[in-house]
């Protein structure tokens, strides 16, 4: 059985940073699987936030392009999402999904920026 735990969320003012880890468990290798980050806000439909590919591809949502950055360690199977210069709009509860090999998601982390 996989299980996907995501950390680091937390509450930042506006202009801050925060890291979210992603680390996958169980009967898997993460290094053959594409893994992302995807965020939903009260009222509004899940949204993909950044992807990367087991071969190292990366894309992201435009909103988040030169402020987030994605990585992976297969080491670990974990992957990570740092967010710097967040703003209020980025508040939602950030998933991880991991899928290519099975389809798994975590059970969220919260992000709540203040201004």
């Known amino acids: 059985q996989v299980q996907l735990v995501e950390s680091g969320g937390g509450v930042v003012q506006a202009g801050g940073s925060l890291r979210v880890s992603c680390a996958a468990s169980?009967?898997?290798?993460?290094?053959?699987?594409?893994m992302g980050w995807y965020r939903q806000a009260p009222g509004k439909q899940r949204e993909q936030v950044a992807v990367?590919?087991?071969?190292?591809?990366?894309n992201y949502l435009d909103s988040v392009k030169g402020r987030f950055t994605i990585s992976r360690d297969n080491a670990k199977n974990t992957v990570y999402l740092q967010m710097n210069n967040l703003k209020p709009e980025d508040t939602a509860l950030y998933y991880c999904?991991?899928?290519?090999?099975?389809?798994?998601w975590g059970q969220g982390t919260q992000v709540t920026v203040s201004s």
């Open positions: 999904r991991l899928w290519g090999i099975g389809n798994y």
């Open positions: 169980g009967s898997i290798n993460s290094a053959n699987a594409i």
């Open positions: 990367i590919s087991a071969y190292g591809s990366i």
